[in-house]
């Protein structure tokens, strides 16, 4: 994923995962199950899963977006997301925010995304 800056703020546009944590990994590959209907890349690749931020006590919190907001899943793929993490072991409780800000572009997507679409 891109790593966007505020030029004015000169903070992260995106909030960085605990990528240190015991779970994380767990919980790339369950967003890696999760599949828009219309792309046939996960959403892990596409660059939609923004930060994954997971809590002492094993509380999960996704921040992600969608590729558009008149994405015709945009109130099912919080869900789903939601689903695929819960039931990993260690996991406490999971919420998942939606959010526009940064937009999703198509810079945010993984290699792999790029060449399984035929951008590379």
């Excluded at 931020?53 to 793929?77: F, N, R, W, Y």
């Excluded at 810079?107 to 035929?118: K, N, Q, V």
Aim: glycine share 6%; proline share 11%; hydrophobic share 40%.
């Amino acid at each position: 994923m891109t790593d966007m800056i505020d030029p004015i703020e000169g903070t992260p546009l995106i909030a960085p995962s605990d990528t240190d944590h015991a779970l994380y990994d767990s919980i790339v590959e369950a967003c890696r199950s999760v599949y828009d209907p219309e792309i046939p890349v996960n959403i892990y690749d596409l660059g939609l899963i923004y930060t994954i931020k997971i809590t002492p006590q094993s509380d999960v919190h996704v921040t992600m977006t969608l590729t558009a907001p008149g994405c015709p899943v945009a109130g099912e793929m919080p869900g789903w997301v939601a689903e695929a993490i819960e039931p990993l072991p260690g996991v406490k409780q999971v919420d998942v925010e939606l959010t526009w800000s940064p937009p999703w572009g198509m810079d945010m997507m993984s290699d792999e995304a790029r060449l399984e679409l035929g951008f590379m």
